[in-house]
């Protein structure tokens, strides 16, 4: 759905950087924790949103304000243990 949205378009409100894209690029930091507790590839079924997420991280205001991803997936494997998900 995202991708169809997306289209061939730089970001989602077309060429600028609006605010679609900063309400979603936070996702981003989630996607090593989906893609490794899942055993998928968000670049392999989502090729064009993984282009835009490397177009959104190239802006500085993007790359340093994102949480680390591999710290996102402690914190997930910290929630798993506590509730006993592993």
Do not use: N
Not at 7 to 33: Q, R
Not at 42 to 70: F, G, N, T, Y
């Amino acid at each position: 759905m995202l991708e169809g949205e997306l289209g061939d378009k730089a970001f989602f409100g077309g060429e600028c950087f609006g605010f679609v894209d900063v309400a979603l690029v936070p996702f981003y930091s989630w996607f090593y924790a989906y893609e490794t507790c899942g055993s998928f590839s968000i670049e392999a079924e989502c090729p064009k949103l993984m282009a835009w997420v490397k177009r959104c991280m190239q802006r500085d205001s993007v790359a340093k304000s994102l949480p680390d991803q591999h710290k996102v997936y402690d914190f997930v494997l910290q929630l798993k243990k506590k509730f006993g998900i592993e």
